[in-house]
């Protein structure tokens, strides 16, 4: 059985614990309300874009613009979206499992591009070709910052170095849950529900071409930055409920380690008793 001593620093080792852990649920909860309210407030903007374009996809084709392209085969990118720091409960663990789910699958040419550290030196570690790396974007991510990964996507894309891009991330549901997701990003996929969609009775100013050439590569950024801000609050989110689970492990840890010190406490006196009245007996 352990000293007294020994478990004397163990609880104090667990208060320790729990004083940090209990800081970052904190600074994450602060985080987090930052977090969501960016998300939330860009997502009717990513929403409606996605459901424009997808109307725009069905009545025009790649002769309007080369995003809107579909070719057979080639090479899929996947682009990876995880953090940066570690804490996040089983948040990088499932995303990169269902990327590595994808990436088994999928077959033939592929490559990924990742955000964020613990995506990269997964796939690192996997073996899958990186075709580029950028870091997470710090706590509050802007539009500028995804800029070059767009721009990159694109010309790879438009050059036929790729025939697919997909994204995976995090999407933030609510606090306590966040779902994996994988979202087709380029081509462009027409919408399903053509009900409403007049036929050819779109009207561009000053031409259809035009009017692409400015829109769709700024899709493609806000369809990347609503991806970041997601994995941003799910990251949040997750390590607020990873720390308030860690707090809580610490709190009971303390109390059974005090439990079995005043078990050693008292055997120790009740022994020493015994010895003094052994004594006693004997002089």
């Known amino acids: 059985m352990a000293s007294q001593r020994d478990i004397r620093r163990r609880i104090q080792s667990s208060k320790n614990i729990k004083q940090i852990t209990r800081a970052m649920q904190f600074v994450a909860a602060s985080k987090l309300k930052r977090a969501q309210e960016s998300t939330l407030a ?13 109307d725009l996809a069905t009545v025009l084709t790649g ?4 995003l809107l392209v579909r070719r057979e085969g080639g090479k899929r990118l996947i682009v990876l979206i995880t953090t940066d720091r570690g804490l996040a409960g089983a948040l990088n663990t499932n995303v990169i499992r269902f990327a590595a789910q994808q990436i088994t699958e999928s077959g033939g040419d592929l490559a990924v591009a990742t955000v964020g550290r613990k995506g990269r030196d997964a796939m690192r570690r996997a073996l899958v070709p990186l075709e580029a790396h950028f870091e ?4 509050r991510p802007t539009f500028a910052d995804v800029l070059p990964l767009a721009r990159l996507i694109s010309e790879d894309f438009l050059g036929g170095k790729v025939n697919r891009v997909d994204i995976v991330y995090s999407h933030f549901v609510s606090t306590l849950s966040q779902k994996r997701s994988l979202d087709e990003l380029l081509p462009i996929t027409p919408s399903e529900d053509t009900a409403g969609i007049p036929g050819n009775q779109f009207i561009f100013e000053p031409s259809p071409a035009a009017v692409l050439e400015q829109l769709l590569p700024r899709y493609v950024a806000t369809r990347l930055f609503q991806a970041v801000l997601e994995g941003k609050a799910s990251e949040e989110s997750s390590r607020m409920v990873a720390m308030k ?29 015994i010895e003094i009245a052994s004594g006693a007996q004997a002089g």
């Open 136 to 139: 997470g974007f710090g706590d």
């Open 42 to 54: 860009s997502r009717p903007y990513a929403e409606k874009l996605d459901e424009v374009l997808a």
């Open 63 to 66: 002769e309007d613009h080369p």
């Open 245 to 273: 689970n860690a707090t809580e492990n610490a709190e009971e840890l303390i109390e059974d380690l005090t439990l079995a010190y005043n078990k050693v406490r008292q055997s120790n006196i009740t022994r020493e008793m």
